[in-house]
């Protein structure tokens, strides 16, 4: 047994004792079951960072089994440049626990994310170390996409207003200037043409906005393979005419909960996203990569319902293009913000707010070269059930 395992016995047997007597009927866990029972990642670490331990949420962390993490050093799972091995040492060094937020943690089998680590010396194991983990990524994504919807809810009184203030007189203006159009001089004709252009182009920001609206929709079980494969089509057969898609999908998925032509829209302004961005580069070998996947441990707390809503399934759109701005990455999913000079800054603000409307979560990466849009979303419920263990 582990010097890590010893330890909670240890912590069990002391507490064992405080409560002896109190309730003859209570059954303590075992340290094993505590220990895989914590929800967030643990393990123990020898002098040269080989894994020695680990819980099962550190198994879905590192994406591989306790059979084949023991003996691995941590080199291996993960680059050694990381900011990570820096808190290692220095917890050594110190001999004490040290804390760290927003450290990136990747590597060949472990996707890009945030994280919170902490790092403990054990008292009788000199250079031996217990790590824990705490995923920040899905919890900065969601505070984002919360501060972006209470703006989006403003947005919707606004668009209602909109919709009954201004759809009607601009309806009253294209008709005059048709009316003008008929009898107009040859020179006047390009104004005439101007009205009528701005007239639709701001009723179709209008109509934009009112997509803002808290309008029920029913959710149905969708294969969410058969809406990608329509999307990818779309794009082929227009503004992504002259780009390499590539396709890495887990084809034994069960189906989302959601609703199919909101799910097509998303995805579609995602792909659209992308094509644009890669336009920008003129790159020769523009890449779009739709990916799908099912990832554990990825779930929602919803504080009034006291309830936990598991997102199991993934949908992620990647591309090789110039990257996001860093000034706008925080504010990527609020309205009116956008890197197009022609854009109304509503298509990813509209993307969360469906998103969100599935119970679902969105979050981006990006960097120079790679952006990577990824959706996670609930399974549909009877499937669900069949699934729990």
Not at 16 to 43: E, H, K, Y
Not at 80 to 101: G, I, S
Not at 276 to 304: C, N, S
Request: glycine residues 6%; charged residues 25%.
């Amino acid at each position: 047994m582990s010097g890590l395992r010893s330890a909670w016995r240890r912590r069990l047997k002391s507490g064992s004792r405080a409560i002896a007597g109190s309730d003859p009927i209570a059954v303590p866990a075992t340290p094993d079951q505590l220990f895989d029972a914590f929800p967030n990642p643990v393990f123990e670490l020898d002098p040269l960072n080989r894994v020695l331990t680990a819980n099962y949420a550190a198994e879905e962390l590192l994406g591989m089994s306790v059979s084949r993490l023991v003996g691995q050093a941590l080199h291996e799972i993960m680059p050694a440049d990381l900011p990570v091995f820096l808190l290692l040492d220095r917890a050594r060094e110190q001999n004490t626990t040290v804390a760290e937020h927003d450290l990136v943690l990747e590597g060949p089998r472990l996707p890009r994310r945030l994280v919170a680590l902490q790092a403990a010396t054990i008292g009788d194991r000199p250079g031996h170390l217990v790590v824990t983990v705490q995923d920040s990524s899905a919890a900065k994504a969601m505070d984002q996409q919360l501060s972006a919807r209470n703006v989006a809810r403003s947005i919707t009184g606004m668009a209602a207003v909109l919709a009954h203030e201004v759809k009607n007189p601009l309806s009253g203006i294209r008709g005059a200037a048709q009316l003008l159009e008929s009898s107009a001089r040859d020179e006047d004709l390009q104004l005439t043409q101007l009205i009528c252009e701005e007239v639709d182009r701001i009723r179709d920001l209008v109509e934009r906005m009112e997509m803002f609206g808290e309008k029920p929709i029913e959710h149905r079980p969708v294969n969410i393979h058969r809406v990608l494969e329509h999307v990818r089509r779309l794009a082929q057969s227009g503004f992504a005419a002259r780009i390499r898609f590539v396709e890495q999908y887990d084809p034994s998925l069960p189906p989302v909960l959601g609703h199919r032509d909101q799910l097509v829209q998303v995805l579609l302004n995602l792909v659209k996203n992308a094509a644009e961005a890669i336009a920008e580069t003129e790159k020769p070998d523009g890449e779009i990569v739709l990916m799908t996947g099912f990832q554990h441990g990825v779930r929602l707390t919803t504080a009034l319902a006291r309830a936990h809503r598991n997102l199991p399934v993934f949908i992620a759109v990647r591309d090789n293009g110039p990257g996001i701005p860093e000034d706008i990455k925080r504010h990527l999913f609020e309205p009116f913000v956008g890197t197009k000079a022609a854009g109304s800054g509503l298509g990813l603000a509209l993307v969360a707010k469906i998103v969100a409307d599935h119970g679902g979560l969105i979050q981006a990466n990006s960097y120079p070269g790679r952006t990577e849009f990824r959706i996670h979303l609930p399974v549909f419920e009877d499937v669900a059930e069949g699934m729990r263990v």
